[in-house]
């Protein structure tokens, strides 16, 4: 069973509307959780990564949040671009763990429509 | 500084050759890693190499090899190719690996085979 799950699978979003993207994981001993933007046809590009003892972080429009109690981090989009439009994932990494070990979500593909 | 490069972007093979996929790291990496990703299992790790050492193995069968280089640059081989392989080739660098820093993604080579 697939230790990251996220949620929605898929969604549209109007240009200009906020949403939020889920991950919820069962990896334990926790190290840090990393959300990815991932172009069509492209490489996974970073847009943060949170250690156990952060609740929160931003770059730009994007804010990630992460509840290392519940095992549940969020990814909030706000006021939406056309180029968000991508796939998002959600990859969280155990104490341990090198990158063989890392747990992949299957990713929440973002469509920003005009 | 210059990001990952990956070569060739594109290839098409039929079932039973074999090919070549090289990755140029960032400067100063030495962690070379590479996964493959297919639309029905996300990102799955092959494997990581540091300072021309394979350092860790995802569970992929024995047709996928590789190798890396004094210089950091890394190839990846996979011989008589299946029609389940047709996937988008990632390989990401970073300076320590073993997912103990940020990794970098390249834009991917993507292997359709016939």
């Known amino acids: 069973k697939n230790q990251v799950e996220q949620s929605p699978q898929s969604l549209i979003i109007l240009e200009g509307k906020n949403c939020t993207l889920q991950?919820?994981?069962?990896?334990?001993?926790?190290?840090?959780l990393r959300w990815y933007k991932q172009d069509t046809g492209r490489g996974p590009v970073s847009l943060t990564i949170?250690?156990?003892?952060?609740n929160t972080k931003s770059n730009g429009r994007y804010t990630a949040t992460l509840d290392a109690d519940t095992k549940q981090s969020s990814l909030h989009i706000t006021a939406s671009q056309l180029s968000d439009s991508a796939s998002y994932i959600c990859?969280?990494?155990?104490?341990?763990?090198?990158?063989?070990?890392?747990?992949f979500g299957a990713g929440t593909q973002v469509v920003v429509t005009p | 500084k210059a990001g990952v490069t990956q070569t060739p972007r594109y290839l098409i093979k039929t079932r039973g050759q074999q090919v070549t996929l090289s990755c140029s790291p960032i400067s100063g990496h030495r962690s070379v890693s590479w996964y493959q990703q297919t639309p029905g299992q996300g990102l799955q790790f092959l494997f990581e190499y540091f300072s021309e050492t394979q350092r860790n193995k995802g569970n992929f069968p024995g047709r996928f090899s590789g190798r890396q280089f004094s210089n950091s640059r890394s190839e990846m081989n996979v011989s008589t190719l299946e029609l389940g392989d047709s996937a988008l080739y990632l390989c990401?660098?970073?300076?320590?690996?073993?997912?103990?820093?940020?990794?970098?993604f390249g834009p991917g080579t993507r292997l359709t085979v016939l």
């Open positions: 990859v969280v990494k155990g104490r341990t763990d090198s990158w063989g070990k890392l747990q």
């Open positions: 991950c919820n994981y069962t990896v334990s001993p926790f190290s840090n």
């Open positions: 949170m250690t156990f003892s952060e």
């Open positions: 990401a660098s970073s300076l320590k690996g073993q997912g103990m820093d940020e990794q970098f």
